[in-house]
C-alpha cells in the first residue's frame, strides 16, 4: 500500500498561460468554475491568458487556484491506490496545503492569498529587493558563517531547501556586490537570481506581516487529524501552533528540507509534487534521493501518471 505526502510549488514557477490546460478537462474546469465564485477577479482570464500572473498580488491565488483543481482531480485516484498521509507546500503552496488536507476552506484561502500577495506586492514597491539561490557543498555552513563575520546583515537566509540550496534574500542593488562577495569566499559556489519580485520569508517583509496579521486571526482551521506542515518551523501544525506559524511564515526563513526529511522518516513511500516544472521535484530529491517522486503539472499528467 502507498503512503502518498503531497507538496504543493511555491511562487516562482507562474508564467502566462499557466492553467490553460485545466480549461480542457471538465473535472479541473468546474472545480476553478467553484473558485471563481470567490475571487474579485476574472480567474479564467488570469490562468489562461493574463500578463498579471507575474504580478505577486495575482501569482499568488492564481498559482493556489491551479494547484487546488489538479489536486482535486488527482486525489480521488491516489486513494485508491493508498492513502495520502501528509501535506506541505513551499512558500505559498503552505496555504494550497491548508486547503487540500481540509484544515482551511477554499473560498477562505482565496481570499486572503490575494490579499496576502497583494501586501507582499506594495512592500516590494516601497522597497525593492531579491532573492538569489546558492548552491554547492556545505552552504548553510558558508552562508552562516558570512553572516556571523560580517556582524551587521547584507542578507537573509529565506529558503533552507536541502544541503546543497539555500536561498537568500538582500536589497536589489547589492546582489551584483553580494554575488561577488559569495564567489570569492567559495569559488564552488552557484549563484542564482531569482525572477520574483522581492526577498520574501526575510525581514524585508516585516511591515507587510504585520498589515497580514489581522487577516490570519480571520481564519477558522479545521484540524481532523490531518498532517500538515509548517514553513515556519518545519514540524506539523496543531490547533495550538496554528496563528502563531502561520503569522511568522512571511518574514521567517523556511524549512523544507526539514519537512521533506520529516516526510521520509514518518513512512511516506511516494511523494506527488503539484509544479508546472520539475524545480519542486529536485529540491525533494536533494533530500531523498531514493524517494519516488511523482510530479504533476496538468490533468494529463494525472492520467498517465497515477491513472
Not at 499557466?18 to 478537462?25: C, D, R
Not at 491568458?49 to 499568488?60: G, H, N, P, R, W
Not at 507582499?120 to 552562508?143: D, K, P
Request: net charge positive; aromatic share 8%; hydrophobic share 40%.
Amino acid at each position: 500500500m502507498k503512503k502518498f505526502g503531497v507538496i504543493f510549488c511555491g511562487q516562482g514557477v507562474q508564467k502566462v498561460g499557466l492553467g490553460s490546460s485545466l480549461y480542457s478537462n471538465t473535472i479541473t474546469s468546474d472545480f476553478l468554475l467553484s473558485l471563481d465564485k470567490s475571487a474579485n477577479f476574472n480567474l479564467k482570464k488570469l490562468l489562461t491568458q493574463s500578463e498579471k500572473i507575474l504580478v505577486t498580488e495575482y501569482a499568488q491565488p492564481a498559482l493556489l487556484a491551479y494547484s487546488l483543481s489538479l489536486f482535486n482531480f488527482a486525489a480521488s485516484k491516489l486513494k485508491k491506490i493508498g492513502d495520502i498521509e501528509s501535506f506541505a507546500g513551499l512558500s505559498l503552496g503552505e496555504y494550497t496545503a491548508l486547503g487540500a488536507s481540509g484544515v482551511l476552506l477554499n473560498d477562505q484561502l482565496m481570499s486572503i492569498v490575494h490579499h496576502r500577495g497583494k501586501l507582499m506586492q506594495e512592500s516590494c514597491i516601497n522597497q525593492r529587493t531579491t532573492l538569489i539561490a546558492v548552491s554547492g557543498t556545505n552552504v548553510y555552513e558558508i552562508l552562516s558563517k558570512k553572516l556571523e563575520y560580517e556582524g551587521n546583515r547584507s542578507f537573509y537566509i529565506a529558503n533552507i531547501n536541502s544541503p546543497t540550496q539555500i536561498v537568500i534574500g538582500t536589497i536589489y542593488k547589492d546582489e551584483r556586490e553580494l554575488i561577488k562577495s559569495l564567489m570569492e569566499d567559495c569559488a564552488s559556489l552557484v549563484c542564482t537570481p531569482l525572477k520574483v519580485d522581492g526577498a520574501f520569508h526575510t525581514p524585508f517583509m516585516d511591515d507587510a506581516n504585520q498589515l497580514y496579521r489581522k487577516d490570519i486571526l480571520t481564519l477558522t482551521p479545521n484540524f481532523n487529524n490531518n498532517k500538515v506542515y509548517s514553513n515556519y518551523s518545519g514540524t506539523l501544525y496543531n490547533p495550538k501552533n496554528f496563528f502563531r506559524n502561520l503569522s511568522l511564515q512571511m518574514n521567517h526563513s523556511t524549512h523544507m528540507s526539514k519537512i521533506i526529511k520529516s516526510m521520509g522518516n514518518d513512512g511516506i513511500n511516494c511523494l506527488i509534487t503539484f509544479c508546472p516544472n520539475r524545480s519542486l521535484m529536485k529540491i525533494v530529491k536533494q533530500n531523498l534521493p531514493s524517494m519516488n517522486v511523482i510530479n504533476i503539472s496538468s490533468p494529463a499528467d494525472i492520467v498517465r501518471k497515477i491513472g
